[in-house]
T-cell receptor, first 111, second 111 residues
């Protein structure tokens, strides 16, 4: 069974610092990997999707890398802003078309 | 498109009552997923459909839970009878291709 771990569980940084969020998974036979953002009391918003054949994906200040062989992905958020405060979830698409989620990293960006 | 629509947004009920959660996926999406989110267990996939047909219901916790998708634009998740341990946020998501789009969720409280 796929296990997805996110470290750290929580992170607090001053505005302007770069954020590094880590995700690891136990079964490297994945279809792709997706990063989501969840605001308190809200649903999930997809941020980036990396196909298993790709090594990274970028969108604005966000960059996600994928090392399938070692079972790791990292989400980088450059020049953090208070509006980036949220919980970030890593999800792995397994070959059975089911998503396995990590527990998330809760980010607080202090103004 | 309005995105994935879920109703009700909040539901408070008493133990033993029947609860029905509703979902309208994004038009044209051929996959629909039901998830449950709790503090203890995180996000768990309960069941998913492809072209209105249930594909995998291995995540449904027990026989008290059932899900249907009578047509491409509507799905229900029913709990009968409900128990306090069913209290959680239930999300519906739909996809056509790789990215899943989540609804705002239904927060269920069973007293």
């Amino acid at each position: 069974k796929q296990e997805v771990t996110q470290i750290p569980a929580a992170l607090s940084v001053p505005e302007g610092e770069n954020l590094v969020l880590n995700c690891s998974f136990t079964d490297s036979a994945i279809y792709n990997l997706q990063w989501f953002r969840q605001d308190p009391g809200k649903g999930l918003t997809s941020l980036l999707l990396i196909q298993s054949s790709q090594r990274e994906q970028t969108s604005g200040r966000l960059n996600a890398s994928l090392d399938k062989s070692s079972g790791r992905s990292t989400l980088y958020i450059a020049a953090s802003q208070p509006g980036d405060s949220a919980t970030y979830l890593c999800a792995v698409w397994n070959n059975d078309y089911k998503l396995s989620f990590g527990a998330g990293t809760t980010v607080t960006v202090r103004a | 498109d309005a995105g994935v629509i879920q109703s009700p947004r909040h539901e408070v009920t008493e133990m033993g009552q029947e609860v029905t959660l509703r979902c309208k996926p994004i038009s044209g999406h051929d996959y629909l997923f039901w998830y449950r989110q709790t503090m203890m267990r995180g996000l768990e996939l309960l069941i998913y459909f492809n072209n209105n047909v249930p594909i995998d219901d291995s995540g449904m916790p027990e026989d008290r839970f059932s899900a249907k998708m009578p047509n491409a634009s509507f799905s229900t998740l029913k709990i009968q009878p409900s128990e306090p341990r069913d209290s959680a946020v239930y999300f519906c998501a739909s996809s056509q291709g790789d990215t899943q789009y989540f609804g705002p969720g239904t927060r269920l409280t069973v007293l």
